[in-house]
């Protein structure tokens, strides 16, 4: 399939500061998504490739905004989803926070140092596709 693409949660952030649509979960979920998308496509993704989200929700009566918001974005193939009720987000005005997982069919357009996971104090292998060479058991 290639490489994996995971977005942590993500909320209708612009790019100042401010929260987008305080209280209009359509609005959130739009601008939630281009967030996505644009963290996707420094990547050289795109939310085409996303597979799988995980929707983050203060009010359950949202749905329908969530998912017109959803089926505007996603249109021919929507991704699966997973939508929590939770008791609040980071800042009170957020109603939305998605989580996005894309698969990119073509791993080598995104730079290297993207596919490439080194863990922390261990070399290098170029043979795996994690990055990194195995440990032998104790």
Not at 60 to 72: E, P, S
Not at 80 to 87: G, M, S, Y
Not at 104 to 128: F, K, N, S, T, Y
Request: glycine letters at 8%; hydrophobic letters at 40%.
């Amino acid at each position: 399939m290639g490489d994996r693409v995971l977005v942590s949660g993500t909320t209708a952030t612009a790019p100042d500061g401010r929260i987008v649509g305080p209280g209009d979960a359509y609005r959130q979920t739009v601008r939630v998504l281009a967030n996505i998308d644009r963290a996707l496509r420094s990547l050289g993704s795109s939310l085409d490739h996303v597979v799988r989200t995980r929707i983050y929700v203060t009010e359950l009566a949202d749905f329908d905004a969530i998912a017109r918001a959803f089926a505007a974005r996603f249109r021919r193939v929507r991704p699966t989803a997973t939508l929590v009720k939770v008791a609040g987000l980071i800042d009170p005005t957020m109603r939305v926070e998605i989580e996005a997982e894309a698969v990119d069919p073509l791993p080598p357009a995104r730079p290297a140092a993207a596919r490439q996971r080194v863990r922390p104090g261990r070399p290098a292998d170029p043979r795996r596709p994690g990055g990194s060479v195995p440990r032998r058991p104790a």
